[in-house]
């Protein structure tokens, strides 16, 4: 059985589409099969990023391990009983199509709540979430007081996981393993980001789920996409002398890796 990794928040630009191409990316270059999909149909970033990648690579002549997307299945409407899901079904049909050839199927997911995205929790073995050092996007786990010390009650998101460990639960399944990414930190603002650390360890005692190392704010990122690269393919593009930021990036992704704690992955990059 593959192992499924979700990379959801109902926040966008939370970083989810970029930490879905580097762990699918870094798990596939030590020689895991890997399959993506992508639940925001209208955007589809991790599909173009991966799309990006199968171009650069061929235009260059270079090969290097890529992780296979997939796009969901159409479905015939006519063929659903009264009362099913379209989409559950295209999830489904996904899923069952590449968990015989899989080791981890990798599911990015948008950032809104939809119908999708919540049945994908459900069949999240592991549960990404990265989250930006601001209390904006901390609103979605849990509203805190004035002053960001003391967590009021969960919030949408937190609420959403909940349930989707409830049918885990239900379902006899494992119980899904929530990491929580703090993603883009900067060097600014010490205050809020010792505010948000506190709020982060309160709240993962309360709810229940891991914290993980995630990026620091890079402009390396953002260059990546169009030529699908994610940090680890520099060298084998022939990026000579990778500077400071690379090099500690790529120790970013190397500690987040080695925290998600995956099934017989052992980390050597
Ligand atoms: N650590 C980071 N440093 C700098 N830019 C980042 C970082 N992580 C993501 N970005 C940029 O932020 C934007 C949103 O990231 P994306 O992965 O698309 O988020 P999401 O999928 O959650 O909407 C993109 O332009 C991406 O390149
Ligand atoms: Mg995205």
Known sequence: MAH????GNEKGGAGKSTVSMHVATALARMGHMVGTLDLDLRQKTLGRYVDNRNAF??????NL????????????????????????????????????????????????????????????????????????????????DADGEKIKRPSVYSEMVWQARQLRAQAGLEPIDWIVVRNRMGAQNMVNKKKMEAAIETLSRRIGFRTAPGFNERVIFRELFP????????KDIGVKGLNMSNVAARQELRDLIKSLDLPNVTVDF
């Not at 690579?57 to 270079?62: H, R």
């Open 227 to 234: 030529r699908g690269l994610t940090l680890l393919d520099l």
């Open 57 to 62: 690579l061929a235009e260059k002549g270079i």
């Open 65 to 144: 391990p890529t992780p296979a997307y997939h796009d969901l299945p159409e479905i015939d409407q006519s063929t659903l009983k009264p009362g099913e899901n379209i989409y559950d079904h295209r999830l489904s049909a996904a899923v069952a199509e590449l968990e015989p050839d899989n080791d981890f199927i990798l599911i990015d997911c948008p950032g809104s709540h939809t119908r999708l995205s919540q049945v994908a929790h459900s069949l999240a073995d592991t549960l990404i979430t990265p989250l930006n050092d601001s209390f904006i996007d901390f609103d979605l786990l849990a509203h805190v």
């Open 4 to 7: 499924i990794i979700v990379v």
